[in-house]
């Protein structure tokens, strides 16, 4: 793994790999059995200039997980950047006084431009509608335990990824990664104008992958293993766009009708969140609340092993871990969520 996480680009299929497993071995940590100080003394710097709720969260759980310690800031109006300091400055400044930085911003680029000025690792927590590759990472994570546990294999899965594909940069990543595994099927279905650029879909089909694009989810799923939806990104639109865009259709619902009439029992949804639970957006249904094929908060959930797994390695302490570990004396809930299954 190179010494910063900008780009799915940097990561070969024995790195991702490497991450999977020690994600793994985060577990018990994750789910508060145990506890490490592995990175006691070192302190993050989160930077987010852009909305946030699970990665700024989650990625500042993780690195106190490990024993760590979190400075942030969120949004430009209480950094210096509204008193014009470029990213060179920046990053510099914060590299004097933390041991890794992740940074959301809204220009694509602008988190390789920032990690450019720095030997401190540097992690992408989204760049306009660039990458969010540690979002990918655990979405990956999500299928290959999904798929554990339902005795599938990745090798040949067929996986639909529905909804703002131009500007979503979740999926962008996703599919890159998802590129490097073993041949597998890969739809795309997305409102017209919104379709994945066109260097993502000859990228991945040259890796060999079958990959078909729909402008509607009204075909027949049933050998469908993922169906990973994503939120309209109208924050990335022109004011035209924004005029004309009335909300996703009825045609790209994801909801209990779509999954038990086009799908099958074992297909499972994902959504990397949040859902636009405003009328007429049409996200991901509510309707799949308590439905154990909704896999979105197990991903949530997922966030932190990877994570924490993302920093042990950079930081290089993942051999450490184990040679740390002691049991958690806090109450913890069997059952996290109230309908959690
Ligand atoms: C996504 C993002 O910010 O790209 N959210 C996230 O990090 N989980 C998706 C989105 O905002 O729609």
Not at 245 to 261: E, I, Y
Not at 302 to 307: A, D, H, K, V
């Amino acid at each position: 793994m190179s010494q910063h996480l900008l780009t799915v680009d940097s990561l070969s299929r024995e790195s991702v790999d490497h991450l999977l497993r020690v994600a793994a071995r985060m577990e018990p940590i994750a789910s508060r059995r145990q506890v490490t100080r592995v990175l006691e003394g070192a302190v993050l710097g989160n930077l987010f200039f852009e909305a946030s709720t699970r990665t700024r969260v989650s990625f500042n759980a993780a690195f106190c997980r490990l024993g760590g310690s979190v400075c942030d800031t969120t949004g430009f109006t209480f950094s210096s950047m509204a008193k014009g300091e470029s990213l060179y400055d920046t990053s510099r400044v914060m590299s004097g006084y933390c041991d890794a930085i992740v940074m959301r911003h809204p220009d694509q680029g602008s988190v390789a431009e920032f990690a450019a000025a720095t030997n401190v690792p540097v992690i992408n927590g989204g760049d306009g509608p660039g990458e969010h590759p540690s979002q990918a990472l655990l979405d990956l994570y999500t299928i290959d335990k999904e798929f554990h546990r339902l005795g599938k294999s990745l090798s040949g899965a067929h996986i639909l990824l529905t909804g703002d594909l131009k500007y979503g940069r979740t999926v962008h990543s996703l599919v890159k990664l998802l590129s490097l595994y073993d041949p597998l099927r890969i739809t795309l279905a997305s409102p017209p104008g919104l379709e994945m650029p066109s260097t993502l879909i000859d990228l991945v089909a040259s890796r060999g992958h079958r990959i078909e694009q729909r402008e509607s989810l009204a075909n027949d799923f049933s050998d469908l293993d993922v169906v990973y939806a994503t939120r309209i990104q109208k924050e990335r639109f022109t004011d035209e766009m924004n005029e004309s865009f009335q909300g996703l259709s009825d045609d790209f619902m994801v909801n209990r009708d779509f999954l038990d009439q086009r799908c099958n029992q074992s297909t499972i949804v994902m959504h990397p969140l949040p859902r636009d639970s405003r009328p007429g957006a049409n996200d991901l249904n509510v309707d799949l609340n308590g439905d154990p094929r909704l896999a979105i908060f197990r991903q949530t959930d997922n966030g932190i092993p990877m994570r924490m797994a993302i920093f042990a390695t950079l930081l290089q302490v993942d051999t450490l871990i184990e040679q740390q570990l002691r049991p958690a004396r806090w109450f913890v809930p069997s059952q996290i969520g109230t309908l959690d299954r």
